[in-house]
């Protein structure tokens, strides 16, 4: 079925057609399993997530604004839905792992730990140019938050963070050789 047919019978729906608002969750649950088909592999699980997400959109269809695309708020909707099923999904998964002194193992292993520290590259951040040393110090040494080193610098937020950008691209050339 098209979008459009399907916002039209949400509008006809939300004029309480109730016929129509049948004919608009059948045809959301038409539009929406091969989505979910190329994101889950049990078709059960399909069905189940799919029965989740027209509940919700039944739940809530009073956000619903008739003058606005159906196909983006039904998607929303469903990505939210998809999320939940995916965390719960891996979620028991990890409960059931057999031998946990492994798990526990793999899980505490940090493939991105570094033995870079603030401390450890000061010299390199101190050679950069500008306000950046300043930056990273005062949110890497000092702990404080971009709106915070904004406010103290008088800089913008963003301005703050697309220097402290710059800064470890620098600083990432430098280390690298």
């Known amino acids: 079925m098209v979008t459009q047919d399907i916002e039209s019978l949400m509008q006809a729906a939300i004029g309480g ?69 995916l965390r719960s999904h891996y979620g028991d998964h990890l409960v059931r792992a057999g031998d946990l002194d492994e798990a526990e193992f793999i899980f505490s292993q940090d493939v991105t730990e570094s033995t870079l520290t603030y401390e450890s590259i000061k010299e390199e951040i101190n050679q950069l140019s500008g306000k950046q040393p300043t930056i990273l110090h005062l949110l890497h040494s000092e702990g404080h938050t971009a709106k915070e080193v904004a406010q103290k ?3 913008t937020e963003t301005a703050v963070k697309v220097a402290a950008h710059r800064a470890y691209k620098v600083l990432r050339k430098k280390l690298a050789q």
Do not use: C
């Not at 619903?64 to 099923?85: E, N």
């Open 17 to 85: 057609d109730e016929r129509a608002y049948a004919a608009a969750l059948s045809a959301t649950a038409a539009m929406l399993r091969p989505y979910l088909s190329r994101r889950i592999n049990s078709a059960s699980a399909v069905e189940d997530v799919l029965q989740e997400i027209l509940i919700s959109i039944h739940k809530a269809r009073h956000t619903y604004d008739g003058m606005r695309p159906y196909k983006p708020w039904a998607f929303a909707i469903a990505k939210f839905r998809l999320a939940d099923y």
């Open 153 to 155: 610098m008088n800089m």
